[in-house]
Nanobody
Framework: QVQLVESGGGLVQTGGSLRLSCAAS????????MGWFRQAPGKEREFVAA????????YYADSMRGRFTISRDNAKNTVDLQMISLKPEDTAVYYC?????????????????WGQGTQVTVSS
């Protein structure tokens, strides 16, 4: 059973930074695509970034490119999301997700496994 557990959320001021971490367990993830998504109050869940575990290939949503960096640590079995220059509009619950196979540009509906989410709040 795949388990994804997010951590690292919190309250930060505009312009600040946070590093989210997703601890993945239950499988060997070498054939997986790992993604980060977010959902703000009253809005649909949206794509943030994805990484192919085997190659490290990355893909970002346009609005996050340059401010967010996704990475994976094979030894720790974690997928991190480093966020800088945070804005109030980045406030959301951030979710880690996983899917076996596919590509880093696959849509949200193709992800099979989800974490419980971690709250990120950016104050103005």
């Amino acid at each position: 059973q795949v388990q994804l557990v997010e951590s690292g959320g919190g309250l930060v001021q505009t312009g600040g930074s946070l590093r989210l971490s997703c601890a993945a367990s239950g499988r060997t993830f070498s054939s997986y695509i790992m993604g980060w998504f977010r959902q703000a109050p009253g809005k649909e869940r949206e794509f943030v970034a994805a990484i192919k575990w085997s190659s490290g290939a990355k893909y970002y949503a346009d609005s996050m490119r340059g401010r967010f960096t996704i990475s994976r640590d094979n030894a720790k079995n974690t997928v991190d999301l480093q966020m800088i220059s945070l804005k109030p509009e980045d406030t959301a619950v951030y979710y880690c997700a996983a899917k076996e196979g596919g590509t880093i540009v696959d849509p949200i509906r193709t992800y099979d496994y989800w974490g419980q989410g971690t709250q990120v709040t950016v104050s103005s």
